[in-house]
């Protein structure tokens, strides 16, 4: 198993432009998520998807769009990315079942943005 | 709401002991703690629930006082292998597994 990929792995872009983070898991989960990290303010939820044909804002989701292509896919949209958009991005994926559960985290998506 | 997790920095020696804590001003359902190396992903240590027991594997373990609303982490004899960010997340409803994060605590193990 792969568990959560992300693509790409790196990018840098100019203010302006759009594009779209890439994120698929192969662990048959319902829920996924998306995060950014950012120096010394941790993990923020940007959006997520408790099942396959939903999605819900998070903590900081102005600037982003999401989709859930199918139970493996979930991506992310910048469509005018700005300088403030700069940051690590995270997909996770967990399975919601009693006694708790755990998110998957892919490895991240490096994003500068000019 | 952003848990809060102290300290924000630590610096051990090999075999040495820590504690880190989280609280939140919320009630809470779970508390979930992950460990972060520089340049990677966050790797999950375990789930505390409410109403549930202390965990722990290995040397490391955590206990949640749910009146408190706080957790705290247990590193014991402390490897060089336990360096990095410890993340705890709360989540104060059962469900969709909305977490939200504290900033976490960066903890180095030295020789």
């Known amino acids: 198993n792969a568990g959560v990929t992300q693509t790409p792995k790196f990018q840098v872009l100019k203010t302006g432009q759009s594009m779209t983070l890439q994120c698929a898991q192969d662990?048959?989960?319902?829920?996924m998520y998306w995060y950014r990290q950012d120096p010394g303010m941790g993990l923020r939820l940007i959006y997520y998807?408790?099942?396959?044909?939903?999605?819900d804002k998070g903590e900081v989701p102005n600037g982003y769009n999401v989709s859930r292509l199918n139970k493996r896919e979930f991506s992310l949209r910048l469509e005018s990315a700005a300088p403030s958009q700069t940051s690590v991005y995270f997909c996770?994926?967990?399975?919601?079942?009693?006694?708790?559960?755990?998110?998957?985290f892919g490895p991240g998506t490096r994003l500068t943005v000019l | 709401q952003q848990p809060v997790q102290s300290p924000q920095a630590v610096i051990l020696r090999e075999g040495e002991d820590a504690v880190i804590n989280c609280s939140s001003s919320?009630?809470?359902?779970?508390v979930h703690w992950y460990r972060q190396k520089h340049g990677e992903a966050p790797v999950f240590l375990m789930i505390?629930?409410?109403?549930?027991e202390q965990k722990g594997h290995e040397k490391i373990s955590a206990s949640f006082n749910e009146k408190k609303q706080q957790s705290s982490l247990y590193l014991t004899a402390s490897q060089l292998s336990y360096s990095g960010t410890y993340f705890c997340?709360?989540?104060?409803?059962?469900?969709?597994?909305?977490?939200?994060f504290g900033i976490g605590t960066k903890l180095q193990v030295i020789p």
């Open positions: 996770a994926s967990s399975e919601v079942r009693t006694g708790g559960d755990t998110q998957y």
């Open positions: 662990m048959n989960h319902n829920s």
């Open positions: 998807s408790a099942s396959e044909g939903t999605t």
């Open positions: 919320k009630a809470l359902y779970s």
């Open positions: 505390l629930l409410k109403g549930g």
């Open positions: 997340g709360t989540e104060d409803s059962g469900g969709y597994q909305k977490v939200t």
